[in-house]
């Protein structure tokens, strides 16, 4: 067996690298599959790092080899590029420059540590073993870029023998990391749900009908109809995020949509929310 060996933490210039650019990335964002200035950045980066940068199967992202030159298994760590369609409002000095796009769910950071982390890697190279592939993923916003990439022929053309990636956590202290063996996140089904009536003037409630009541009504059985589903003591559970309607203040609407998630752990208790959804309407 390989001499295991404890890399030492990253060097003060590696952590202000960090900083900067993740401050950069959080300026400059760009949404899922349009990540073009975000790629051509990261791939400058790898290269300047001397890392091998490879074909990527998809029109953005990125993907680089760290060949030690040892034997040893090939370990892929992944991040995410992409922003959201989301405008910034925060006033910090390194605000979104794009409006209405914004780094809102980390993945700046998790680009720039994922930058931070090949630098000191490099760094350390004669302490370490086998290969490590570097891949920055795009589209995870939309739940497509792994599917294609993976698609597009990575892990045929890699073989990794591990897959590293995590998510920056604001109620954890910097320098803390959370695992666990098995599960540690909720997978999401996203719904839409609509709700139509005749609609008409507030003052005839009887013909208008009163679709905003039956919204209201399915919104609070919403809440509950996952109550009980749990994996290891955690529970799933359901989010509405947005209710709309074509209504006035003195207009009944004829139609209102809900949308919404379910968060659930395993393929069983999935299948056991999306029923329960179905049977609730």
């Not at 040892?70 to 370990?75: D, E, F, W």
């Amino acid at each position: 067996m390989a001499e295991q060996k404890e890399l030492p933490a990253p060097s003060k210039s590696v952590m202000d690298e960090v900083v900067e650019l993740r401050r950069h990335f959080h300026r400059h964002p760009e949404v899922s599959f349009s990540e073009q200035e975000t790629s051509v950045k990261i791939s400058e980066r790898l290269r300047e790092l001397g890392l091998e940068v490879q074909p990527c199967p998809t029109e953005t992202g990125a993907v680089a080899v760290l060949d030690t030159g040892r034997p040893g298994k090939t370990v892929m760590l992944r991040a995410d590029i992409d922003a959201l369609p989301i405008l910034e409002e925060s006033g910090v000095e390194f605000q979104s420059e794009s409006d209405g796009h914004m780094h809102a769910c980390g993945h700046d950071t998790h680009i720039a540590m994922m930058l931070g982390t090949a630098r000191t890697l490099v760094d350390h190279i004669w302490d370490l073993s086998g290969r490590f592939l570097f891949v920055f993923q795009p589209a995870e916003e939309i739940v497509s870029g792994a599917k294609a990439m993976i698609a597009g022929g990575l892990l045929e053309s890699h073989h990794p023998d591990a897959v590293l990636g995590l998510h920056i956590a604001s109620f954890l202290d910097s320098g803390t990391i959370v695992t666990k063996p098995g599960l540690l996140w909720a997978g999401s089904d996203a719904f839409e749900i609509g709700i139509k009536g005749p609609g008409g003037h507030g003052g005839m409630m009887g013909r208008a009908g009163n679709v905003l009541a039956a919204q209201a009504f399915l919104i609070e059985r919403l809440h509950t109809v996952v109550d009980g589903l749990e994996h290891e003591g955690a529970g799933c559970h359901t989010t509405v995020g947005n209710v709309m309607s074509d209504g006035a203040w003195n207009i009944v609407p004829r139609g209102v949509r809900i949308k919404g998630s379910v968060r659930t752990f395993t393929a069983p208790l999935r299948e056991e929310a999306l029923g329960r959804l179905g049977d609730l309407l």
